[in-house]
């Protein structure tokens, strides 16, 4: 049951029912999802203990987040309630998807949701408009949007909707039967449809960059290296067919990037004279624009957490996602369930990555329950390896009683000898990533200064 309450979260989040259906408007439909879930979490037969929840490095830097985010806010309390939702979602996904076939119906669960978002975009173009959208299609100048929260502008719609491309790729054409392929094109063209006519050029370049990361991943050396040429030699003609994109090369005289950079000028500004930002959701940017002030948004998720929660905040923030990628790359498997949803998980995680300069989904649920997925695929292969040892010290252990059967000069101290896990094959006595170490910290600070000089850069060229 717990696995159908995180699914069930999965669809409101994307869908928000509450936004759009007669009779929802205000129903807090969260809360009892939360309640539920953890109900059925705690109604397994399997007891849990404290090492059951923070078993992984994954765990550990999700608590010193969430710790982080809670004793540096001016209130403390008020910022536990508002991580406390999503720290719940991150700990139910988790330990519902404790089997490979749970955490690819998940994955087949998340792509379903995007499309159903970009079906209900696509809809409104052609009179069917569930949500309401009308209104703000208009105050967009005819660029797709939907009328929920989540997707209430065409860059959010975007942004999400590209994603579900390479997610049906590798769900339904990847080492899929033909019939599948052919279910594919249509699905894919859908999403295309809808992002084409969001007309976002922050999403085009997310989509550009996932479809050419989905070629390459699983490749050769060589043909990465052909995929990535041919996408830098082509890749800015192509863009440029696509609508709006012609307005990159005047940046620096839009009006748009004009706000968007001055609320970076101000959010730098903070971030170097608070060490800890300002608190939890607290930061927001005002600019001068005929003398008056006008607030406005920074767009981009390592933008705000900066001002918000300081480079301690942006350093842990970064570390989840290292952790993440460290997992997604060099946790393979030769299980093809487990590998089609690793493949489906690290799209997930680059689109989001990239879509973190163009949009603000800092405090969005979407980041936990990216971190419990990827710390669910830990957790397998943890499991899966533990069983591997097992087996083998069982097969070692039984080797030896045979051997000292045929041979009584053996003693009994030769066959312990012999399962000790230092007599192991080395293969199968693999040190145990189970905590934060001092490679993931340096990597985290090599991003945290990597994107804060990515930040100076843009500032001094736009």
């Known amino acids: 049951m717990d696995f159908f309450f995180v699914t069930l979260f999965l669809v409101v989040y994307y869908i928000r029912p509450q936004d759009w259906v007669s009779g929802l408007s205000g129903v807090k439909i969260v809360k009892p999802i939360v309640i539920l879930g953890l109900l059925a979490l ?21 608590s010193f987040y969430a710790a982080y985010c809670i004793f540096t806010a001016s209130d403390s309390v008020g910022t536990f309630k508002l991580l406390a939702p999503m720290l719940a979602f991150y700990w139910m996904t988790l330990m ?19 499309l159903a978002v970009a079906g209900l975009a696509v809809a409104a173009l052609y009179g069917l408009d569930f949500t309401n959208a009308t209104d703000r299609i208009e105050f967009f100048k005819g660029r797709l949007c939907l009328g ?11 942004h999400s909707v590209v994603v579900a491309i390479p997610l049906v790729y590798f769900y339904m054409f990847w080492k899929s039967p033909f019939k599948n392929r052919l279910y594919a094109v249509p699905l894919i063209f859908l999403a295309g449809y809808a992002a084409w006519h969001t007309q976002s050029k922050g999403s085009f370049l997310v989509g550009g960059g996932a479809i050419v990361l989905t070629l390459m991943f699983g490749r050769s050396k060589f043909i990465q290296i052909l995929i990535l040429s041919a996408a830098l030699a082509g890749g800015g003609a192509v863009m440029a067919l696509l609508p709006r994109m012609s307005e990159m090369n005047r940046m620096s005289s839009d009006e748009a990037i004009m706000g968007r950079m001055m609320a970076w000028e101000v959010a730098r500004t903070v971030s170097l004279n608070h060490n800890y930002g300002v608190g939890y959701k607290v930061f927001k940017a005002y600019i001068e624009w005929e003398d008056l002030l006008i607030p406005k948004a920074t767009h981009s998720t390592y933008i705000r957490l ?12 970064l570390l989840i996602l290292w952790i993440a990628f ?3 790359i060099s946790l393979k498997t030769n299980n093809l369930a487990l ?11 680059a689109t989001y990555v990239m879509s973190g300069w163009m949009i603000d989904r800092s405090y969005h649920t979407e980041y936990f329950l990216l971190a419990a997925c990827c710390g669910a695929v830990h957790r397998l292969h943890l499991k899966q390896r533990q069983k591997e040892e097992d087996d083998f010290s069982k097969k070692t ?6 051997d000292n059967t045929s041979n009584p000069a053996m003693g009994k ?10 007599k192991l094959e080395k293969k199968h006595n693999l040190q145990k990533w189970t905590r934060v170490g001092l490679l993931d910290l340096v990597m985290a600070g090599l991003m945290l200064k990597i994107t804060l000089e990515t930040w100076d850069y843009i500032l001094s060229t736009v």
Do not use: C
Not at 96 to 114: C, F, G, I
């Open 42 to 62: 705690l109604n397994r037969k399997q007891k849990y203990g404290l090492k059951d929840f923070i078993s992984t490095p994954m765990d550990w830097a999700v």
């Open 96 to 114: 519902a998807l404790d089997s490979e076939e749970k955490l690819l119906r998940y994955m087949k669960w998340w792509m379903a949701m995007l």
């Open 148 to 158: 929920t929260w989540t997707h209430n502008n065409p860059n959010a719609l975007g």
């Open 306 to 317: 900066g001002a918000d929660l300081g480079y301690p905040g942006l350093l842990l923030f």
């Open 326 to 328: 460290r997992i997604l």
């Open 339 to 349: 590998e089609r949803a690793r493949r489906m998980l690290f799209l997930i995680f």
């Open 397 to 402: 252990r039984n080797q030896g009683l045979l």
């Open 413 to 422: 101290s030769d066959i312990l000898e012999i399962s000790l896990p230092n």
